[in-house]
Structure formats: structure tokens, C-alpha cells
């Protein structure tokens, strides 16, 4: 708790960063100290060196300025204790990717085929020339020795379908490493070099570094900790344990990489990077990644909900980690993504209609030629003949294998990913950074968006427009002359000393911009109040440096304000503090006057400025802050934080406007137009919240909508015993728009009981905006959770799904377009894919029943597949997104892949397609008048007659390629045709490709030259298909009762009952925790004379279910709390009276509350959910009358 600093010593690292000899300390040294924790560590330092600065002289730097930043001294450092970034796992080498592409079943099969067909042609078998071996031999000699040519041709096909494949899937791994290169580059930590604060790249980090750490940093090195405030880590992504454990220069100063800060800030000395890091060593154990080691990892790692990396989101590692995060990690992470699902169970029922379809096939082929030959030709199995009849039943396979190519759609994972990696390449444009690919698709589905407020909705440029001082409301701020110096010295001083250091108001970066806010929003705001009366804060905090803060309480979640102590020269101490102004004010007693005397501020007084100064300012929206100051003429015990935060003197309440984006209203337009329903979660009051969202345009006036406080959300959603019921929590949320005041866990709760309401035609799908700490649980639960690319903190980035790198509302519009274009991306290419299905299925089924042989051989069927797979995908999954994909409504969860109007058009362009081919087929010869090529022995050579049908198939699927661009019945197959480059080069190359393949394919793609007229015959037959499209689209899908829709989504009961029980668990333990600890506090509110022995009861009892390790599940991923709170998560804080509070959550401000519990080491205590008014009476058993009747704790 202690504000620890230790004395500098004089040798700066400037004077000293040039010395050439060794340091004074071995890299292995670093090692063994940072292996060390606790007691154990302190002891070393102190044995073997002294103190930390012993060690900032051996690595030759300084703690207060830091090291030169001479590029020589840094290279040097480089070299002697190794650079910060864990060396990515390699890449696949394409030869990898080209064997796992082979493992295929449908190719293995295929190059079996090809193989034993290859084998058999070369083989001449002595006497097969015999009559008696039936027609097996009829054809020509020189034909014979061609028989090998369809063997090479199905071998070299299937080289081609494996490259693709292989270069589809290297692109995008490339692609992928990119992405994480380019969000390794974005991230940059805090140091000080040359006394000067700079933020440099993780990655540029060396030992002997003095880097400054506060809340919510994902720790990039190793370090000692050389001063802290408050500092709390969470160390569960290393250690497994989910308590934060407290850092101090007395009792543990290591900090790890890859820990989070959970608050406090300070500064620590950089002592192992890299490899060389704790982090970097169980990298170096894993080797990065065997499987094995993978699954422990993997155990370790789901053992916290937030911290789930073991490393920074972005070293260089991360790639991989993302790949391993999505495939092996047994976080309840959301089921399959909605489309992955539609898509597996469809792609299996398509592949077992295949699989029957060719089994069928070949069974078919060869009964028919063992009793046509056997039985009614009646001739006897000569051993001699034995080679041919088997180089028949390998045709007959080869086809059958063919059929089930064909009916398997393999194209459909490459249109998704080429569909994927391209909306993921266009939305770095739009400002949308995806970490999981499947996110983007999700994001077409979504029904409902969470949004935070600050930063999202807002600008999150806070400024002072209101302030309340001396008993005078300022609507403006008052000029410099209307204060007095003493009133003004109390201002200045409390804001300048009463906040992180790290925040701070740079100059603009281009002449006539706005000056830069750096740090917690807030905090900025109330220095740029500052810098209005025209006061210096930078002059102050030079005077008073950080070192010499006297002791500092953070914010954190459940203290909700902030405080410094200054130690003066006469040995008394003076506190500034800080906080919501409802907190604060509660802890007043003295008011300071115009004249800087005090005043007694009673009661009354209180509800009297609530009315007139802190009312109106939420009702305009904007946010109130208190500052307040305590003098101590005698050092008191710091440690009581409750006697300490109390009897202050209120200096000033200022009103903190935060304005809302000018492009927001817009946005959430176009989404309500889209079917989409925003919410906004905050932890502003319910005045400002309310007026935020009117000028967003989330709540319009008079529409009957919720707006509710935390705990009146709570008391509505839970039962008797505090539990949340989803049938309480289903009256609620259905109308609810904004939840004010609310705590991490509110947020969580919402967003799981919208995803897992069962109530409405369609499950809902759930997005989420959040950029503090606290918002990693809601972000995880979420189907899309989105992070602040700017004000976002490293284990909000950690828990999301996209990153908005502008941190702008509108960016979300523009990600759900992508999805919905994604998603009708994937149904474009199933619309075309399954029609070629259907009709290359049925025509080699038929046609081998009927002719004892596919009229579309082997390769020409691969061809085939290779146009309406790949190319397809290519063509198809690259439509750009229009806006006209915003008028539709979501599809939700469980809406079919195939609707029935696209059922309509694949079975009525396959009805057109099977007429022709079976007229060409049976009457062709006789309609163009050549020889007919039905019945053709084994090694005959192609006739005009099947090459004809080839090419009019092939034609017929080009033009329908152009009617696939529309699947909600639209006639206008062309629009915006030319806007899609890649699709017209698509068409027109496999145009091109397959003029080449009739006229010079020959014996290979059994295909013979056509004339000119057979040509235009085909042209025109393809070009059919577009009026016949025009035909289709006339005919109302609602007739046609028959259609049936395909491809559901994975409804609730096809989850295995495993999975659903892992994520119930997850939550429930938590929850336990959480209603043990709200009995005890109700409890302990009754007698509040024994709150002491309470809150040391609830320790015990709340640490005892953690010991037990089924129930780790860490109760900090409800309860971390995020940033100076004043930020827009800023929590709920517990109002007097409220015990008929109406519905719609009006705030009603009210009296003084009891001090908090001194309780601080389990937020769990004052975040407790508050239970309904009921319970709290039946446990608060005070007088009606009492202040105590109602207080609800609430985060």
C-alpha cells in the first residue's frame, strides 16, 4: 500500500551508457534473481547487492533518468542480454502445406485410383487379344497405348487441386503473420530514457530499462520494481492463482511478463527480456509448442477467464498462439461460430449423400458388366483376360470416385477462408483489426450491440464545462481574477498532485489541432481545467515530484476514488482526494468558501447542492467530479482507510461533458435500420446516461424503453437467494436500452442471458464494445467482442475478437456489413456450387446406369470441379458489400444457409440443366448429326458427340456463375457487375481456358474440336440459363410449399451436454462466491459496530472456497475494475433511500451513506450484487427509519 520509493543515486546513465567493460551482472545472474519470488527475492537483492539501485549501477543505468538511449549502448545490451521478442514458431514451408492438402480422403482415393489405372494400362497381358475376353479389346492397338493418358490426366488434376489448396493455405498464414506483425508493431510501452518519458515499441525494450507500469499494462519484460503506488498484479496467466498479489519494495518486488496490472502504478527496472524472461523460458520448455507440452499449457492457461495469454497479445509469438488459442483452448469461448456450424453439418450431410450416391454408382457399373458379360454373353473368366476385366472394374471406380468428387463441395472451406482473408484485408481499411477470423462472419449475424460509452459513443475528450466553488455554480469557467489565490492553490494542487503522473496535455502535433490528451481521460479533463485558469500544473508536480508523494491510494473498484498524501514541512500531512461526486460528498463535513475559510457542511447542505448543482449537471449528461482535502496535523494509521476517507473539506464539484461523435446518431440509425438493437452499459449516473443515449439516438422520446441502475437491473433479474434466473432476466432485457451505474459483472450478465435467452422466433447474437480491464469477461462471453484500439488496455485487446483501431461506433457498422456480405458471400458460392452438384451428380449416375459410362469422364469432372470450386470461390466470395446490405434484418442464429428461395433457384436451374444435357445425351447425335458416342469400348477415342455435352455443361455453369450473384430473388443478375474486377477476369479466363481444352485437350481431357456452329449451339444454351433465371425469379418462392430450407445452425440441443455443463460451471463458481459474500455483508450492515470481525469472517470464508481448486475459477474476472473510474465504467455507487426506486431507474441522490469497509483485499465486498430490497431488509434488520434501511452495496 505504501508509496515505496528508494533514493537515487547521482550516476546518470548519460554520463555512464559509453563505458565498453563488462556489466557488472551476468545475464544468468538476472535469471536466477527473477526466479525468486516474494521473501525469497527481497532476501537476494539485499544478500548479494543491497537494494535495487546496486543493480540499476551494474547494469549502468539510473532509476530517475533512465538509461541514454545511445544506440551503441543498445545494441551492446542487445547482444549481451538478448532482445525482447520470443522468436515466432516457423512458418509452414509450402512442401508442409502440399502434404497436408494431399492428406485428403477423396484425393487419396483418387491417386489410388489413378495409380492402379496407370499400372494396369502399361500392362499387356499375353493372349488378351482373345475374342474371349468379350469387347474388352475393341479399339484401336494405338488407342491401347494411350489407355495411360486418363491415369496421368487424374494424377496431374490432382496436383493442381492440391497447389491450390497448399497456396490458398500459405497466403493465408502470410496474411495472418502480417496482421500480427503489424499489431506487434502498434503496441509501445512506457520508458524513460534521458530523464525523458517516451513510448517506444515492445520490442525495442532492453535490460536495464527504467519502465513505468500503471493499471491495466500486459507486462513486456521482467522487472524489479523500484517505486510503486498501490500495485496490484494479477500473476494467473503464469502462477494459475487467481488472487492479485500486492508488489512493494519490502515484501515482493518481481514482477513477470505477461502479468497484467490490476492497479497502482510505479516503476521498474527492466532485468530480463526476450527468452530470457519467465515467459521467454517456458516458450524456450515448450519448444515452441509440441503437442504434448501444448495440452499442459493449454490446462494452465484455462484456468483464468482474462488472462489468457502467457505473453504479450502482440510479441512475435502471437501468430501462433492465435492459431493454437482457436484450435486447442478449452476456454468456453463461445460455441463454433454460427456459420462455421451451418456450414459443418451441412458439408457432412452433402458428403454422405455423395458417398451413397457413388457406392451406388460403381455398384451399379459393375453388376451390370459382370451379368452382361458373364450371363448374357455367357462367356467363361479366362485367367488370361483377368488383367482387362480388372482394368474395367478400375474405370468403373475411377467413375464412382468422380461421382463422389464432384458431390463433395471441397471448395466450400476455400470460399470461406478466401471469403475471410478478404473482408479481413478490406476492414484494416475500415478501421477493424480482426484477431479471429470467424469473428467477421459472426458480426453479420449480430441482433444486439452492448456498447460502452465513453470513447465509443463519445468522443472521449473530456473538458470541464461546469465547476461548483465557494458556494457559486459557474456555468463557465470563471476567469482566473474571480478566485481567490488560496482558493485557487487548493484547485490547482489538488488536481496536479491528486493524479497519475503519466497523464498529461501535450501541445497539438499540427499547428491549430487540439492539444493532445495523454493518460485517463478524466484526468486530462480536470488538468485542461487547470490550464483555463491559466495555471500551470507541470510548475507543481516539478516542485513535488513523484518520489516524493508521501503515500498514494489508487483507484480501484472498490474504493472508487482517489487519493494522495503529501508529508509538509512541519511534519503534518495533507490528503487531496478525488472521486464520483456522490461518493465523495458523502465523506464531507467542511465546505471551503469563497474566501478559502471553511464552512461546516451538514446534511441538509448536502441534499441541497445534490438538487441544485449535481442533478441539473447529469441531466445535461455531463459526469460529476469532487475534489476534497484532509489535514492530519499528526501521522495517523494509513492503513485505515476508512478513518483516513473521511471528515474531508469539499473544495470544488466540477461537471465533465464528454461530446457525443458527430457521426454516432447516423450509425445507430442505420443499425436499428438493420435490425440491430444498441444498448448502452455504462458506469455514468442515470442522468447522464439517459442524456447521452437521447442524443444518440438510442432512446427516442416517448417510446417505452428501460433505463436502469445496476442494482435496480439486479434486484429485477435475481430471486430470493441472489441468483440470476434467465426467466427474470427475460421479462427484462428485451426493453432494456441503457444500464447505468453498472459494475463488470452487470455487463457480463447482461450479455450471457441475451446469448442464452431462448425467448423470440431467433437466438440472439450478442456484440460487445469495452476498453477497460473489467470489460474482459463481457468480451469473452460475447459472440463479437470489440476492443478500443486507442483507449483500450492490453487485457481488453487480450479478451476481443476485433480491435476498433479508431475506437469509433461507425466502425462497427462498417464490420457488419463485411459479415453480412461474408455470409451472403459463402450462400452465393452454395447457391452455384450446389446446382453444378446436383446435375454432375445425377448425370454420371444415370449415365453410367444407363450408358455403362459417365458422360462426363474423370478429368473433365475434375475441371469442372476446379471452375465451380476454386475459381468460384474466388469470384463469388469477393463481392464488395453494398449498402444495401444494412435494409435487411439479421439472420440470427439458427436462420438455414440455403433459404428457400435460393432452394428454388438450385433446383431450377438444375432442372434446366438436366434437360438439356439428357436431350444433348440421348438425341444430341441426331440434333447435330454426328456419330454417337454412347456405348464406346474402353480405349476408344473421344467423340464430338460427349465433348458437346461437356462443353454445354461447362457453358451452362459459366452463365449461372452471374445468376449466383443474387440469392434473395433479385432480377438485376448484373448490378454493379463491374465494381467486382476479379470476378469478370474469373469468367472470362475460364472462358478462355476452356476453348483451349476442346479444341487441344485430345485423348487426356477426352475432348474432340468443335466447329464453329456446335460452338454457338453451346454459347447460346449457356446463355439460356439467364432467361431462364428471369423465369425462376417470377415464380413466388411462398407457392412452392414444398421447398424445404437447409443447413440450420446448431441448435441448443445439439450441443453435447458436456460443453453446456463446462460454461455453466464456469460461471456458477463465481457466482458462489459472490452471494456468500453479499449474506455476509448484509449481515455484517445490521451490526455495524463488529464490521471488523465481519469483513475478517468473510475473508476466511470467501478464501476458503478458493483453496479448493475446482472452485479457482478467479473471482477477479467479474470484479476488476478499470481505469481512474471517473472513465466510463466508472461504478454504480450506492445511493441512500432508493428502496422504491421506479422502474425506470431514475436516480434519486440522496443522503450520507456509513463509510465504506476498510475491506481491501477482495473487491468482492463492496461489488458485491446488491440482492433484492427484499432480502436486504430481511437481512439489514435496522429500523425502517435508519439510514441503514436501505443501503444496497453495489459496485
Known amino acids: 500500500m505504501t508509496n515505496n520509493t528508494a533514493g537515487h543515486h547521482p550516476g546518470n546513465s548519460v554520463a555512464e551508457g559509453n563505458h565498453e567493460g563488462e556489466f557488472g551482472i551476468t545475464v544468468a545472474d538476472l535469471r536466477g534473481l527473477m526466479e525468486l519470488r516474494s521473501g525469497e527475492a527481497v532476501t537476494k537483492i539485499h544478500d548479494t547487492y543491497g537494494d535495487v539501485h546496486d543493480i540499476c549501477r551494474r547494469l549502468k543505468t539510473s532509476p530517475v533518468e533512465g538509461l541514454s538511449g545511445n544506440p551503441a549502448d543498445l545494441d551492446k545490451r542487445k547482444q549481451v542480454f538478448g532482445q525482447n521478442f520470443i522468436p515466432p514458431k516457423k512458418a509452414k514451408t509450402f512442401l508442409q502445406l502440399v502434404w497436408e492438402a494431399l492428406q485428403d480422403v477423396t484425393l487419396i482415393i483418387l491417386e489410388i485410383a489413378a495409380i492402379i489405372s496407370l499400372g494396369l494400362s502399361f500392362y499387356r497381358p499375353p493372349g488378351g487379344d482373345s475374342e474371349l475376353c468379350g469387347e474388352a479389346t475393341a479399339g484401336d492397338d494405338d488407342e491401347g497405348d494411350t489407355g495411360w493418358i486418363e491415369g496421368a490426366a487424374i494424377l496431374l488434376s490432382v496436383i493442381c487441386v492440391v497447389l491450390v489448396t497448399a497456396f490458398n493455405d500459405w497466403s493465408k498464414e502470410k496474411q495472418f503473420r502480417g496482421l500480427q506483425s503489424r499489431i506487434e508493431q502498434e503496441q509501445k510501452f512506457t520508458v524513460i530514457r534521458k530523464g525523458q518519458v517516451i513510448q517506444i515499441p515492445v520490442a525495442e525494450i532492453v535490460t536495464g530499462d527504467i519502465a513505468q507500469i500503471k493499471y491495466g499494462d500486459l507486462l513486456p519484460a521482467d522487472g524489479v520494481l523500484i517505486q510503486g503506488n498501490d500495485l496490484k498484479i494479477d500473476e494467473s496467466s503464469l502462477t494459475g492463482e487467481s488472487d492479485h498479489v500486492k508488489k512493494s519494495l519490502v515484501k515482493d518486488p518481481m514482477l513477470l511478463s505477461g502479468t497484467h496490472v490490476m492497479e497502482g502504478s510505479g516503476r521498474i527496472l527492466v532485468t530480463a527480456v526476450g527468452l530470457n524472461s519467465q515467459t521467454g523460458i517456458i516458450f524456450t520448455l515448450l519448444g515452441a509448442g509440441s503437442e504434448e507440452e501444448e495440452k499442459k499449457n493449454k490446462k494452465a492457461k484455462a484456468q483464468d477467464g482474462v488472462a489468457l495469454e502467457i505473453q504479450p497479445l502482440k510479441s512475435e509469438e502471437g501468430g501462433d498462439l492465435e492459431e493454437k488459442e482457436k484450435k486447442k483452448s478449452n476456454i468456453p469461448k463461445k460455441e463454433k461460430s454460427v456459420l462455421q456450424g451451418k456450414l459443418t453439418k451441412l458439408a457432412v450431410q452433402i458428403g454422405k449423400a455423395g458417398l451413397l450416391m457413388s457406392a451406388i454408382t460403381v455398384i451399379i457399373l459393375v453388376l451390370f458388366f459382370v451379368i452382361d458379360t458373364f450371363g448374357v454373353q455367357g462367356k467363361p473368366w479366362l485367367a488370361d483376360c483377368t488383367p482387362i476385366y480388372i482394368q474395367y472394374f478400375v474405370k468403373f471406380f475411377i467413375i464412382g470416385v468422380t461421382v463422389l468428387v464432384v458431390a463433395v463441395p471441397e471448395g466450400l472451406p476455400l470460399a470461406v477462408t478466401i471469403s475471410l482473408a478478404y473482408s479481413v484485408k478490406k476492414m484494416m481499411k475500415d478501421n477493424n483489426l480482426v484477431r479471429h477470423l470467424d469473428a467477421c462472419e459472426t458480426m453479420g449475424n449480430a441482433t444486439a450491440i452492448c456498447s460502452d460509452k465513453t470513447g465509443t459513443l463519445t468522443m472521449n475528450r473530456m473538458t470541464v464545462v461546469q465547476s461548483y466553488i465557494g458556494e457559486t455554480h459557474y456555468r463557465q469557467i470563471p476567469g482566473p481574477d474571480a478566485l481567490l489565490p488560496k482558493v485557487m492553490e487548493r484547485i490547482v494542487n489538488g488536481i496536479a498532485v ?150 474531508l473539506t469539499c473544495i470544488t464539484v466540477v461537471g465533465i461533458e464528454d461530446p457525443v461523435r458527430p457521426e454516432v446518431p447516423d450509425a445507430i440509425i442505420k443499425c436499428q435500420r438493420a435490425g440491430i438493437t444498441v444498448r448502452m452499459v455504462t458506469g455514468d449516473n442515470i442522468n447522464t446516461a439517459r442524456a447521452i443515449a437521447t442524443k444518440c439516438g438510442i432512446l427516442h422520446p416517448g417510446e417505452e424503453f428501460l433505463c436502469l441502475e445496476g442494482k435496480e437491473f439486479n434486484r429485477l433479474i435475481r430471486n430470493e437467494k441472489g441468483e440470476v434466473e434467465q426467466d427474470r432476466l427475460d421479462k427484462v432485457w428485451p426493453n432494456l436500452r441503457v444500464l447505468a ?32 480491464t473489467n470489460d474482459g469477461p463481457a468480451l469473452k462471453k460475447a459472440d463479437v467482442g470489440f476492443a478500443m484500439g486507442i483507449a483500450g488496455t492490453d487485457v481488453a485487446k487480450e479478451a476481443s475478437d476485433i480491435i476498433l483501431t479508431d475506437d469509433n461506433f461507425t466502425s462497427i457498422v462498417k464490420a457488419v456489413m463485411w459479415g453480412r ?202 446463355v439460356g440459363e439467364l432467361l431462364w433465371g428471369q423465369v425462376i425469379s417470377s415464380i413466388p418462392t411462398s407457392r412452392l410449399k414444398f421447398l424445404k430450407e437447409a443447413g440450420h445452425g446448431t441448435t441448443k440441443d445439439d450441443i453435447p451436454e458436456g460443453e453446456l455443463m463446462e460454461d455453466d460451471d464456469e460461471i456458477d463458481h463465481a457466482e458462489m462466491e459472490l452471494r456468500r459474500g453479499q449474506i455476509l455483508w448484509f449481515r455484517g450492515l445490521n451490526r455495524i459496530q463488529t464490521q471488523i470481525k465481519v469483513v475478517n469472517a468473510f475473508r476466511s470464508s470467501l478464501y476458503e472456497g478458493i483453496e479448493k481448486p475446482e472452485s479457482r475459477s478467479s473471482i477477479h474476472n467479474f470484479m476488476t475494475h478499470p481505469e481512474f473510474g471517473m472513465d466510463d465504467d466508472e461504478p454504480r455507487i450506492p445511493l441512500i433511500d432508493e428502496t422504491d426506486v421506479e422502474i425506470n431507474g431514475l436516480a434519486n441522490c440522496g443522503a450520507p451513506s456509513p463509510p465504506h469497509s476498510p475491506n481491501k483485499n477482495n473487491n468482492a465486498v463492496d461489488s458485491g450484487i446488491s440482492l433484492p430490497l427484499t432480502d436486504a431488509n430481511k437481512l439489514a434488520s435496522s429500523a425502517p427509519g435508519s439510514p441503514l434501511h436501505s443501503l444496497e452495496t453495489s459496485v
Open 498 to 647: 491528486n493524479s497519475a503522473y503519466t497523464t498529461k496535455i501535450l501541445p497539438p502535433e499540427k499547428e491549430g489541432g487540439l492539444p493532445r490528451h495523454v493518460g485517463n481521460k478524466t484526468e486530462c479533463a480536470l488538468l485542461g481545467f487547470v490550464l483555463d485558469l491559466k495555471q500551470d500544473y507541470q510548475a507543481i508536480r516539478n516542485e513535488i515530484p513523484e518520489e516524493k508523494l508521501y503515500k498514494v491510494y489508487t483507484f480501484n473498484s472498490a474504493r472508487k476514488s482517489m487519493s494522495t498524501v503529501l508529508k509538509n514541512a512541519d511534519g503534518s500531512f495533507r490528503m487531496y482526494s478525488k472521486g464520483a461526486s456522490e461518493i465523495i460528498l458523502r465523506k464531507c463535513t467542511k465546505l471551503l468558501t469563497k474566501t478559502g475559510d471553511v464552512m461546516v457542511f451538514k446534511v441538509r447542505d448536502r441534499d441541497e447542492m445534490v438538487k441544485k448543482v449535481i442533478e441539473p449537471m447529469a441531466c445535461e449528461g455531463l459526469r460529476t467530479i469532487c475534489l476534497a482535502y484532509r489535514d492530519f496535523v499528526k501521522e495517523p494509521e494509513w492503513d485505515n482507510e476508512n478513518e483516513i476517507l473521511n471528515d
Open 741 to 772: 451505474r453498472s459494475s463488470p459483472t452487470d455487463k457480463h450478465t447482461l450479455v450471457k442471458g441475451i446469448i442464452d435467452s431462448m425467448i423470440g422466433e431467433m437466438r440472439q447474437v450478442v456484440a460487445v464494445t469495452g476498453d477497460g
Open 821 to 1022: 456480405n461474408v455470409y451472403d458471400s459463402i450462400s452465393k458460392f452454395l447457391q452455384f456450387q450446389l446446382t453444378v452438384n446436383v446435375v454432375a451428380v445425377t448425370v454420371a449416375f444415370t449415365g453410367a446406369c444407363i450408358t455403362q459410362d459417365s458422360p462426363l469422364k474423370a478429368v473433365q469432372m475434375l475441371w469442372v470441379n476446379l471452375i465451380m470450386d476454386t475459381f468460384a470461390s474466388l469470384a463469388l466470395a469477393t463481392e464488395p458489400p453494398t449498402e444495401s446490405l444494412l435494409l435487411r434484418k439479421p439472420y440470427g442464429r439458427n436462420k438455414p444457409l440455403i433459404s428457400r428461395t435460393m432452394m428454388k433457384n438450385i433446383l431450377g436451374h438444375g432442372v434446366y440443366q438436366l434437360t438439356i444435357i439428357f436431350t444433348l445425351l440421348f438425341a444430341g447425335e441426331k440434333i447435330f448429326d454426328i456419330d454417337s458416342g454412347r456405348n464406346a469400348p474402353l480405349h476408344s477415342p473421344a467423340t464430338e458427340h460427349y465433348t458437346i455435352v461437356f462443353n454445354t455443361f461447362v457453358m451452362m455453369q459459366l452463365f449461372n456463375e452471374i445468376n449466383a450473384r443474387k440469392i434473395h430473388g433479385e432480377r438485376n443478375v448484373f448490378e454493379a457487375i463491374f465494381r467486382n474486377p476479379i470476378f469478370c477476369s474469373i469468367v472470362v479466363g475460364t472462358f478462355l481456358i476452356q476453348i483451349v481444352i476442346v479444341e487441344f485437350g485430345g485423348k487426356p481431357f477426352s475432348c474432340s474440336g468443335l466447329t464453329l456452329d456446335q460452338w454457338l449451339w453451346c454459347v447460346f444454351i449457356g
